[in-house]
């Protein structure tokens, strides 16, 4: 049987966009969208980005199979205090992935504070997501691929 997965989903507020979701909201666009299984993160503008993360582990907790958590937090916090909480998220929470938001988080991805993130991601051997679209060059997935080969080459 195939299952659908919605691998987008935020949990609480964010205070960069103006947005909340609930436990409850996010249940019943499941059910009535007939989603299986959620990979949910905290918002880019989570004000308690630590305390998110908890809250994101007890829905897991509390739906096995059906919710799957991410870590999300800008890499502007410091290489320690980052890793920190994406070791903590990962051993403790059992996140199965991070996130970087380049609005939310102001992070160019071919920065210094980018490569924190994604060489955290390879050590703690978890996939990293990049947010993108249309709104600046950040956003541009072959614009940073290309970019990013160039300059490590």
Do not use: W
Not at 67 to 81: I, Q, R, T, W
Request: charged letters at 25%; hydrophobic letters at 40%.
């Amino acid at each position: 049987m195939t299952k659908k997965i919605d691998t987008h989903a935020h949990l609480g507020e964010c205070c960069v966009f103006g947005l909340y979701a609930t436990e409850e909201d996010m249940v019943r666009r499941m059910d009535e969208s007939g989603v299986d299984a959620t990979i949910v993160q905290p918002y880019p503008g989570a004000k308690d980005y630590v305390k998110r993360h908890d809250e994101i582990a007890e829905l897991c907790a509390k739906y096995p199979g059906r919710f799957f958590g991410l870590a999300s937090l800008s890499p502007h916090v410091g290489k320690d205090a980052y890793q920190c909480e994406i070791e903590r998220c990962v051993k403790d929470l059992k996140v199965v992935a991070l996130k970087i938001h380049t609005i939310g988080h102001a992070v160019n991805p071919l920065s210094e504070d980018a490569d924190v993130a994604f060489a955290t991601a390879h050590h703690f051997g978890i996939p990293a997501m990049v947010h993108t679209g249309m709104a600046s060059h950040f956003h541009c997935p072959l614009f940073a691929f290309r970019l990013r080969i160039s300059i490590r080459s």
